[in-house]
């Protein structure tokens, strides 16, 4: 009885192996690029004109005024200083090709595009700023989704490419789209330096 009963079970077992086998198994759908939301009516992000910077030093080789009581969250690369969805992101990396213009549009423009939230490039340009030579691309992306709500906004950004001695220094400036910030931004691009 014994042996009949584990017969039946191991019989069982099989039909249900091979039924399982003949389900058709399905590729899951391509996902959707992402298209850009809409710009706030009301940016929330215009930094004051009464805002206080102070002078960041980094471990990496350079110094730049931020923003005074913005979040700072530091990496191996560099650091992120946030208020709200106002960013200034500096991260650091190895090259041995000073940026370009052109070479700008083909490659960091290029990845900007690829792996960024409904990327959409504005220029992308040679610049001068008082640390020296620099590429500035200018372009407008999503936000990441907010964490609780999944919402998200129309950010614009400016990113700056600044190069030296194998060094290349990227910093990205955020605020949402029609945030009135030139100024504030003119004032830490043009801070940064090399120590």
């Known amino acids: 009885m014994t042996r009949s009963r ?3 079970i191991a019989s069982s077992l099989a039909f249900a192996l091979v039924a399982s086998m003949a389900v058709p198994i399905t590729a899951a759908p391509a996902l959707a690029r992402e298209t850009a939301v809409a710009p706030e009516r009301n940016p929330p992000g215009d930094i004051p004109d009464s805002q206080v910077f102070v002078e960041y030093k980094s ?3 350079f110094a730049m005024k931020v923003p005074e009581g913005w979040a700072r969250t530091d990496r191996a690369d560099g650091a992120r200083f946030s208020d709200k969805y106002n960013i200034v992101d500096l991260a650091v990396s190895k090259t041995d090709q000073a940026p370009s ?3 700008a549009k083909t490659r960091e423009a290029a990845e900007l595009q690829k792996g960024g939230h409904a990327v959409e490039i504005k220029t992308v340009k040679d610049v001068k700023l008082k640390s020296g030579a620099a590429v500035l691309i200018s ?4 936000s990441a989704p907010n964490a609780v709500t999944g ?3 129309r950010l614009e950004h ?3 490419l600044m190069f030296k001695n194998g060094s290349l ?3 990205d400036l955020s605020a949402p789209l029609g945030a009135d910030n ?3 931004w003119r004032l830490m691009s043009n801070s940064f330096r090399w120590q």
């Open 6 to 8: 584990n017969h039946l």
């Open 59 to 61: 471990p990496l080789g």
């Open 101 to 103: 213009g052109a070479i």
């Open 139 to 142: 372009y407008a992306s999503n």
């Open 151 to 153: 919402k998200q906004i």
């Open 158 to 160: 400016d990113r700056y």
């Open 169 to 171: 220094v990227t910093l």
């Open 182 to 184: 030139v100024d504030q």
